[in-house]
């Protein structure tokens, strides 16, 4: 399967506890972005890299949030001192840097905050 | 506020029949993307459309962008209990800014 992978799946934690995803995107796309989405609403866009490089990140992503792309592969987003309002879908999703307006999503990461 | 307004919020149909969602925003869009997600999936793909007044059908889908490029429909003809998911439209820009989605259910 060459497409977006995640992992882990889902992810139960405490509140104040650490969390790491990992999201391993199509091989040949420059550019890999992070969304979080919760009940009822559509995906809410966090960060993106291209390459190595986070060219943006949102006001959503608040200073306990950090994502890295070390090698311009494989991406990490760490949350710290995780909130109950953390708990949501972590979608990660890749594009060419042509065509960066059709981006192809992982299965995502289900995060639950006890 | 949503950028993206999608109407219905919900909708739920008989297999058979036809049904259209919508997708309207004040913003002009260089192009405008449908995707379609399952439950603790992923979104997926369906088309992107890019020219105002376009069409494009997927089988039994059939997607407009509105001549201004604000707004955008989808059509499903003869759904079936596999066409279930939620609908999202998605406008470009460095980063996809997405509406809320449309809930389809299909009951056989």
């Known amino acids: 399967d060459t497409g977006v992978s995640q992992d882990p799946r889902h992810k139960i934690t405490k509140r104040g506890q650490n969390v790491t995803f990992r999201c391993d995107p199509i091989?040949?796309?420059?550019?890999l972005y992070w969304y979080r989405q919760t009940l009822g609403q559509g995906p809410e866009f966090l960060t993106y890299f291209q390459n190595e490089a986070q060219l943006e990140k949102s006001r959503l992503l608040s200073d306990r949030f950090s994502a890295e792309r070390p090698k311009g592969s494989f991406s990490t987003l760490e949350i710290q001192r995780t909130e109950q309002g953390d708990s949501a879908m972590y979608l990660c999703?890749?594009?060419?840097?042509?065509?960066?307006?059709?981006?192809?999503f992982g299965p995502g990461t289900r995060l639950t905050v006890l | 506020t949503q950028l993206l307004e999608q109407s219905p919020q919900f909708l739920s149909i008989q297999e058979g029949e036809n049904l259209t969602v919508y997708c309207n925003s004040s913003?002009?869009?260089?192009?405008l993307q449908w995707y379609r997600q399952e439950p603790g999936e992923g979104p997926v793909l369906l088309v992107t459309v890019v020219t105002g007044g376009e069409v494009k059908k997927l089988k039994r889908l059939t997607f407009q962008f509105g001549d201004a490029r604000k707004d955008s429909s989808l059509h499903i003809t003869a759904a079936q209990p596999g066409d279930t998911g939620l609908y999202l439209c998605?406008?470009?820009?460095?980063?996809?800014?997405f509406g809320a989605g449309t809930r389809l259910t299909v009951k056989p």
């Open positions: 999703a890749s594009s060419r840097l042509i065509s960066y307006n059709e981006q192809f």
């Open positions: 913003s002009v869009f260089s192009s």
């Open positions: 998605a406008g470009e820009g460095h980063h996809m800014r």
């Open positions: 091989s040949e796309h420059n550019r």
